[in-house]
Nanobody, 115 residues
Framework: QVQLVESGGGLVQAGGSLRLSCAAS????????MAWYRQAPGNQRELVAS???????NYADSVKGRFTISRGNAKNTVALQMNSLKPEDTAVYYC?????????WGQGTQVTVSS
């Protein structure tokens, strides 16, 4: 069972930056997609950004130009650089791995942006 471990959440003022990281516990099949989702209280979980093993990326309109998703040198890691943070970015952020038609989720990390 693959486990995803997230780190990097915290409290930051509006306009600040945070970097989230996620690592899979085991070696994973080389063809996969990793993504970040977020869920604010009372809202559904939504896609923030995704990246394929080939490097193709996709972003939610609300974060384009502010967030950057990237793979680490170890192909089982992914990071989310978040700049120009806004209070509406406050949420629990989850890492997701999709490989061989199966999905795995991390436990989530809290990001709080104060105004």
């Amino acid at each position: 069972q693959v486990q995803l471990v997230e780190s990097g959440g915290g409290l930051v003022q509006a306009g600040g930056s945070l970097r989230l990281s996620c690592a899979a516990s085991d070696s994973i099949f080389s063809i996969n997609t990793m993504a970040w989702y977020r869920q604010a209280p009372g809202n559904q979980r939504e896609l923030v950004a995704s990246i394929t093993s080939g490097g193709s990326t996709n972003y939610a309109d609300s974060v384009k130009g502010r967030f950057t998703i990237s793979r680490g040198n170890a192909k089982n890691t992914v990071a989310l650089q978040m700049n120009s943070l806004k209070p509406e970015d406050t949420a629990v952020y989850y890492c997701k791995l999709t490989v061989l038609q199966r999905s795995y989720w991390g436990q989530g990390t809290q990001v709080t942006v104060s105004s």
